[in-house]
């Protein structure tokens, strides 16, 4: 099935350090979810997104629509042993239907 | 809790066998997904219900699956004659989806973890 290129495909970073990734599409979407996936669990929402160039926080967590609307962003500040885990980012497709990116593993040195 | 809830959380079955997948969505949504992760990939789409109606089912959703929805609240997976390829997480979700509006956020549960053996 389709999936969406995320980027980078895993990190390791210092606790304290900021972290970036994105997903990117070469299809139009109208919504972007982030989703962080523990290990045996399910994807928890974490952000959403509904507008392109829409900028949303929640925590220590930003992540933007873009202006293309083929891509989304998200960045972690200040990063904590917990943000361990998988990310991943889903766009709609029509009105129902998401997509979900291939995943970025985070791995965080404490 | 009231979040998306799904039964069994693990499921060991031998090849051939039938199992059977259920997911209680949030109570108010009228939307309910059925994706299907391995490892290493992220979720992929199987089928989508309306209430009760089935919309759209994946190309990956071949004649040993089937799903239900009846009277538009839980739902269940049902996979028949198992293979070992069908080894995977079934993840559930649901959203509200509203006329006139964008869809709102979907919301998964934990999972059932299939093992075919």
């Known amino acids: 099935g389709q999936q969406l290129n995320q980027s980078p495909q895993s990190m390791f970073i210092q606790e304290g350090e900021d972290v970036s990734m994105n997903c990117t599409s070469s299809s139009i979407f109208n919504t972007w979810l982030w989703y962080k996936q523990d290990p045996g669990e399910g994807p928890v929402l974490l952000i959403a997104l509904y507008k392109a160039g829409e900028l949303t926080s929640n925590g220590r967590l930003t992540a933007q629509f873009g202006i293309t609307r083929k891509d989304s962003f998200l960045n972690i500040s200040a990063s904590i042993p917990s943000d361990v885990g998988i990310y991943f980012c889903a766009g709609l497709s029509g009105t129902y239907k998401y997509i979900f990116g291939t995943g970025t593993r985070l791995k965080v040195l404490a | 809790d009231t979040g998306v809830s799904q039964d069994p959380r693990h499921k060991i079955t031998k090849r051939g066998q039938n199992v059977t997948f259920r997911c209680d969505p949030i109570s108010e949504h009228n939307r309910l997904y059925w994706y299907r992760q391995t490892l290493g990939q992220g ?60 869809n709102t956020e979907a919301f998964f549960g934990q999972g059932t973890r299939l093992t075919v053996v």
């Open chain 2, 43 to 102: 979720p992929e789409f199987l089928t989508y219900f309306q209430n009760e109606a089935q919309l759209e089912k994946s190309r990956l959703l071949s004649d040993r699956f089937s799903a239900e929805r009846p009277k538009g609240s839980f739902s269940t997976l049902e996979i028949q004659r198992t293979e070992q390829g069908d080894s995977a997480m079934y993840l559930c979700a649901s959203s509200l989806g509203v006329v006139g509006r964008p």
